[in-house]
């Protein structure tokens, strides 16, 4: 039995049990790697849809994920379709973190599911960046921020621009607004999903504030920096939290173990529930 196989048919008993913990409601594991360079994408929807449509959701869908985020478009899309098939809404379980992408899908959940030591973060997009045969995934407002210190700079000096031009060289204007407006596509996501689920009632402008920390990468210092339960819970967010005594954490850190092990060993993605998996091999 191949290593791949192996982790799934580990994992099967323990999606079993958190059905069962969740009230039978259908318990869907979307994971992305943390060591590869991958994001969440368009295509990650149809997996989504894909797996989905075997499940039994009478009583509710509960997404377990894990993630460094992605496209702002594909997190939309990706609630979308959760709702779509749920009507009565989707729960979000955040064993380890959920960052970027990943933290705009757990926003157009009903509840999230999170420990003390569960992570989300700032809402900025994440953009794969190819430099010869080597890719690197890169939080858009550090490029944004790179090339804006460079003409700033620039503008500045009353010497030799040449350094400056050279540096400046390796940036396309137009990539740098195409940044900037999925810096601003992000945001207005965010206030939408929050603002149809978790938030309705308040307005955006009560949104915004609320979530003021997950909206700019820069009150957080570091992209990599954690949100935790708490900051969750102080922007209006919908949190129970998880005992790490209780056997709901002690069979969810079990499967989080497997399942991220196989994002770091063999695959580069994890779509899975009990009758169905579509995985993403490296």
Known sequence: MDETNQSSNLRKPLLRQLEKHFGG??????????????????HDADLIESVIQSCDLSKGLVLVLNSPGGSGLAAERIVNVLRSYSPT???VVIPR???????????????????????LGPVDPQIIQRQGEKSEVLPAYVIIDAYSELMDEAAKTKGNLHPYLQQLQKYDPAFIKDLEREMDLSEKISLNVLGTGMLSGKTEAEITTAIAKF????????????????DAMTAGLNVKMIDF????????????VRADH???????KIVETIKHQFLVPI
């Open 245 to 256: 005594a209780s056997a709901l954490w002690r069979d969810l850190w079990s499967l989080h």
């Open 25 to 42: 409601k259908c318990v869907l594991l979307f994971y992305t790697s943390f060591v590869y360079p991958v994001i969440i994408d368009d």
């Open 97 to 119: 973190a959920a960052k970027s992408a990943a933290t705009m899908i757990a926003m157009g959940a009903t509840q999230l599911h999170m420990s003390k030591t569960s992570e």
């Open 89 to 91: 809404g989707f729960e």
């Open 262 to 268: 196989n994002t770091k060993t063999t695959s580069l």
């Open 215 to 230: 909206l700019d990468p820069h009150e957080t210092v570091s992209h990599g920096r954690a949100l935790l339960a708490d």
